[in-house]
Every structure is written in C-alpha cells, then in structure tokens.
C-alpha cells in the first residue's frame, strides 16, 4: 500500500483521494432472519421482499441481504439468510415489513421468519407476526418459547411460522463513495471490488442493485416537486454544460451507498471499500458525497480510512 499526503490531495496507491467526508444520518433499523428448506428458496424470498428498497428518498424502506446463514445460525436450523431494513420510525418499519413479509415471505414455499435483532426493550420492538397473523382466519394458533412468541398460519404447504415482534435500534444510513474511473467500465470493476470488500463484514447493507449506483442524486431539482435529482457534477456526458467535478481523465463514475447498524460498521465498510477501489486498474479519483454537515451528524472522513 502506498499513501502519500499534500495540503489537500491524498493518494492511495496512485490514486487521488478528495480530502473530505461522507455524510450519513441517523435511521431505525431491524434484521430479519428468513430460513426455508434450502438455500435457494430462502434468497428467494428475502431478494422478493428487498424490492423497490433502495432509497428513503421515493421508497418505504432501505433493505438488503446482510449475508447467507448457516444452519447452525437460524432458529429452526435450517439455511437462511439476514436481511437489514431502515426506515425513518419504528412505525413505519411495522407498516412495511408487515406488507413485504406478508407479501413475499410468507407466499414463497417453505420459509420462516424470525428476528434478529432479540436482545431489544420491549418498547423498542415491532410487530411483524403479530400483524400477519390474522391471513389465517382464525385457524392461525400461537407458542411461546421462552419470551419469544411464534406465529404458525396454516398455508397450502403446511404452515408459515413468523416471530411476533422483532427488536430495532438507531441504525445509520448514507455512508458512501464516488468511484470515478477513466471508463465507466473501469469504474464499474473498482466499484465491483468495493462491493465484494465490503461483503466480508456484517451489520451492513446495501440497499441499491449489485450495491453499485449508478444515478447519484442531488438534492432538490428545476421540477419543484421532485425531492432529489441527477448529480448532474458527477455525470461525464454533461462536463461541458454544467460545474463538473470530475478530472478531464474520467469518463465513469459508480457510487456505493452503505447502511449500518453502527458508526464502526459503517466506516469499516467504507475503508474496506475505499482501499479496494484504490487498487483497481483504470482508477483515477475516490471522493464522496455530503452536504456541508447538513443532513446528518455522523461524518466519515476519508483521511481517516485510508492508514
């Protein structure tokens, strides 16, 4: 690794990174855990439930796959797979899930769900099974384990099981990084090892298609009713109309946007990805996204992930 310091420009491994931060806020989170009789129809039923998840800005929640469970990790001991979802209040994380779980867990053959998040306060957990419940029309029965209650509704191939409550805590969402390569290719393939780097550790998601974003988003538009709008700055094809902040030299550009139960995930995430950017061929610049500290308190700076 090679790291080299000017007044305002840091290089990793040849490659310029921007002096500055990534601004992420603060957000409510919850993990489910989704099993089924093989692997594959667990994936399938949290890859279902995860659509139309990717941004808070037009949709209900932010989810992802945390990672693949092994039988030994599961309640029930069968494969599964963890699932993170954000939103902004604990009660419209009850709304959602109940929907997305309703909908596309418990129609997907041989599934369960359980939380995963069970050393939570009483007041801080939602209801999840407990909302679902009523789909089986009064044959639905309940069982408690321990102060953990289960949900069993029949269903056509036996029963879905579904925990009552699961437990939230104050996650973190927005943490990111701006991939500009020579090549919307070459930044695609730095963008790709950020991903995978960042898929080594836990209590992280990312919300967007293959983790990779290719339409970063400004706040506000000339549309008065739209929230947000292309990151017009960062689009190569536009240098010539707008304030760009991209080198002559790039010609592509990927974001990762990151989620996270905690600030240490979060930045850990982002380390793991800025130093496997860096080491992609065709890489000429790492920035990252913020609004001057205005969106949120949680602030990582990218002098920092770079030792």
Partial sequence: MTVSHDSSILRLNGVEIIDTFAEAFPIKATR??????SQRWANIAATVMCGNATSVIACDVEAAI??????????DGRAGVAVLVFGFSTEGLAKSLQARVGQCVLTCPTTACYNGI?????EKRIRIGGGIRFF???????????????????????????????GTLTGIAGGNLLICGKTASSALAGAELAVQAIRTGRDIALPFPGGIVRSGSKVGSKYAKLKASTNDA????????????????????????????????????MQRALHAAAHAEGIVRITAG??????????????????
Wanted: proline residues 7%; charged residues 25%; contains cysteine.
């Fill in 32 to 37: 489910l855990i989704i099993t089924g009789d």
């Fill in 66 to 75: 945390e990672c693949d469970l092994s039988s030994a990790e599961t309640p």
């Fill in 118 to 122: 069970p050393d939570c306060p009483k």
């Fill in 136 to 166: 089986g029309d009064g044959f639905q029965a309940s069982k408690k384990l321990n102060d953990r209650r289960y949900w069993r509704i029949p269903t056509m191939d036996g029963e879905f099981v579904c925990e009552d409550q699961f």
């Fill in 234 to 269: 960062y689009c190569p094809t536009l240098r010539g109309l707008t304030t760009s902040k991209l080198p002559p030299e790039c010609h592509g550009v990927y974001e990762i946007v990151i989620d996270g139960l905690s600030f240490a995930a979060v930045q850990s995430a």
């Fill in 290 to 307: 913020n609004y001057g500290g205005k969106l949120g308190k949680h602030h990582f700076f990218l002098r920092d992930l770079i030792q």
